[in-house]
């Protein structure tokens, strides 16, 4: 590894103030940085680590949302949302490998963006709100293509804001490898209006079928979308999948998630 | 360079290390401890997995600096005090849960971890929370019956595949 100097935060301040420096980055879990780093993919100076910052962990249930502290690790999403929001819970639950659930984050994630990652579907199809240090962000302004967000340089996640739906499932077709989605969607329905949130698909990152989202609303059944199909042409094609056949898994992974939506 | 203090197996240790230094290099290098290894170093493989207050984490993707004041457990200190093999340890050399040991030390700590919030897993279970340790001589079937077989579980009744 290059020589770097490493910063620990104790406080959402001394992070932010150690952030005003345009060479320093905001270390989370570490589980993508870290190996993104050692490949030279990113060489930033100085890091800020935030896992000790303890205004920053957690989840908090009221009645019609849950938040969660931007360093809220996936373990921790995965047993601390079961009760309130499970569909949450199991997503979260499901990401990486359990080492990796152990110092990820949900901060960390979203401020990645990951086109093939997990959390992107959830706050997009729950029309989430991203907090930072500034403002809050709608989870549709917040997402600009393939590694891309609202962020601004300095701009600190501290927490995300769920609203719970009425019911909703994640579906993903996993990369064996990697264990990064081929494809995932998030269904979540809101009285009675269906969202859909398709990951690991486009070229421009996560994305809402609308057009999925209207048969749904209308008639909430597998059988409600047999006639839809997504243009293959901006999906993203590799050794692993055609653009083809992730149109075909969008579908696919859509009806499972439908079927399988619950409280 | 940084002082760093934590616990490891039990002990208080402390050492030097830099803010680059990952902590799969401190317990190898600083410390001494090379029964954590080094596979892949790119947190695919797990045969760094070492628990960190509790938790399984991959060694190779954290800086030994965020241990800081932790409880650092490898698998030097999961033998019994006499120095016998624990009960994992010991059901993974009845089932021939290894051939060249070198994916050991991690799929150890990984179903030390499983165990412990899981005193009975199913086979499928088991195969799940495995999924970040990669072995490429077993082809896993006698480590997932070295798990069944350490939880007293009769291996051959779930007839893993």
Redo the contacts between chains.
Sequence with gaps: MYDFELLTATSLNEAVTALQNEETQALAGGQTLIPTMKQRLASPERLVSLTRIKALQGVTVTAKEVVIGAATRHADVAVQAAACFPALADLAGHIGDPAVRNRGTIGGSLANNDPAACYPAAVLACGAVIETNLRRIAAEDYFDGMFGTALDDGELITAVRFPIPEIAHYEKFVQPASRFALVGVFVARFDGVVRVAVTGASQMGVFRWAEAEAALSNEFAPVAIDNLAIDPAELIADAHAAQTYRAHLVAVMTKRAVTAAHR | M?QLNMTVNGQPVSGQA???T?LVQFLRDELGLTGTHIGC????C?AC?VH?NG????AC???A??A?GAKVNTIEGQANADGSLNRIQQAFQDNHGLQCGFCTPGMVM?AT??LRHTPKPDESTIRT?L??NICRCTGYHNIIKAVLAASEQDAFAQNPR
């Design positions: 940084l830099e803010g680059r990952l170093d790119t947190s695919q797990g997995i960190i938790d399984a984490v991959k993707t954290m800086f600096a965020e800081a990984s971890a499983l929370y999924e970040g």
